[in-house]
């Protein structure tokens, strides 16, 4: 049983390969980003208030976050495991999840961290500009979004490095090769 978490920069890669390894391993692929996306589009409540936030490339509250993953994660879907693709994104939030989880006597199996350069990162996020027609991709709300990973998720990483829970896997290669060494690192 999986219950993951894809954790990476912005154009680290992390969103195709958790699509991927979801089909593979039969897992509910969740992205808090596609949830919130689908919400503006319907123009929801939650979508209307967080509108402005996305197109900033700021965070929506963690309380919102919280209340959307917890409602989530208790759809029939992830009874078989899932993958958090965009979850936890601060430390807040982190604590929050083991929270939920521990009072269903749950963890998380894996927090995966894709490791790619800053190079890299910033190569993907100017090849994906335009291609995703998502309103957060121009130059100036990439560079935001690059800001916040920096100040508020890239503690993340200590966080589940100290819990044990941390698998690293190097994302500077071709799709493919990145998730064969997905396979393998979180089969072990
Ligand atoms: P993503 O598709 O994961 O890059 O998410 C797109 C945008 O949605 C982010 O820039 C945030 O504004 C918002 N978002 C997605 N997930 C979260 C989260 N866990 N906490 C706060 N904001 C989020």
Known sequence: MYRMIFLGAPGAGKGTQ???????????????GAMLREAVEKGTALGQ?????????ALVPDSMMVDLIAERITQGDCS????????????AQAEALATMLGK??????????????EDDVLQ???????????????????????RIYQEKTAPLIDYYKNKGQLTCVKGDAGVEI???RLREAVSK
């Not at 309103?135 to 979004?145: C, F, G, L």
């Open 49 to 57: 208030q967080v509108k402005p936030i996305i197109e900033f490339g």
């Open 104 to 117: 269903r006597q749950e963890s998380i199996t894996h927090a995966v961290m894709f490791d790619v350069t």
């Open 80 to 91: 078989n495991g899932y993958i958090l693709d965009g979850f936890p994104r601060t430390v």
């Open 124 to 146: 993907r996020l100017a090849g994906r500009r335009g291609h995703e027609s998502r309103a957060d991709d121009s130059a100036e709300v990439q560079k935001e979004r690059l």
């Open 178 to 180: 990145v998730q064969g």
């Open 18 to 32: 958790a699509q991927l390894f979801a089909e593979f391993a039969k897992i509910a692929h969740i992205s808090t």
